[in-house]
């Protein structure tokens, strides 16, 4: 580790920090209780994912902070990747990428396998998730959905949710 790493990722880019809870509001109101956060509308949608097993579709609820740092929860979705990660930690770090395939492609030859990556035209498509050596998952987005990010984090104070809400 004696050079700098050739990889696409720098500390800048990294936009959130994800934990995987099983009970979505019930995490939501002990956080708004613990630190005082403040929340961004509850989104579910149908995301299209490949895993080497295949494609697929997977229903979920997920949620970002409206403080920052910016904290992602997403609800278990047992028998996929979206599962609380032992001991209840960080299930993935996102970072911005100016090009999801040169990224996602880099990372897998550096020795990061892709775990799963959004369903499209392309593999990877949407974001990808790369597990290193020691259980860290990364995930990368390519930073063209910056203003779809800002559009969804831009929520005004009728759309802040207060945990109990």
Do not use: K
């Amino acid at each position: 580790m004696d050079q700098p790493c050739p990889l696409p990722l720098h500390a800048a880019d990294l936009y959130h920090a994800c934990v995987v809870v099983e009970d979505l509001r019930a995490s939501m109101e002990q956080l708004t209780w613990l630190a005082g956060y403040r929340w961004r509308p509850v989104v579910e949608h149908l995301t299209g994912v490949w895993t080497p097993a295949g494609e697929s579709a997977v229903p979920l609820r997920m949620v970002y902070s409206l403080d920052e740092p910016l904290l992602e929860l997403i609800e278990q979705v047992p028998g996929t990747t979206w599962v609380p990660a032992p001991g209840g930690g960080i299930h993935h770090i996102g970072y911005f990428v100016d090009d999801l395939v040169a990224s996602s492609r880099a990372l897998a030859e550096a020795g990061l396998p892709l775990e799963m990556c959004g369903r499209g035209p392309t593999r990877p498509s949407g974001f990808a998730y790369h597990t290193t050596g020691t259980g860290l998952r990364i995930e990368v987005v390519n930073r063209s959905v910056l203003r779809d990010m800002q559009v969804l984090l831009a929520a005004t104070p009728a759309d802040v949710q207060e945990a109990g809400a």
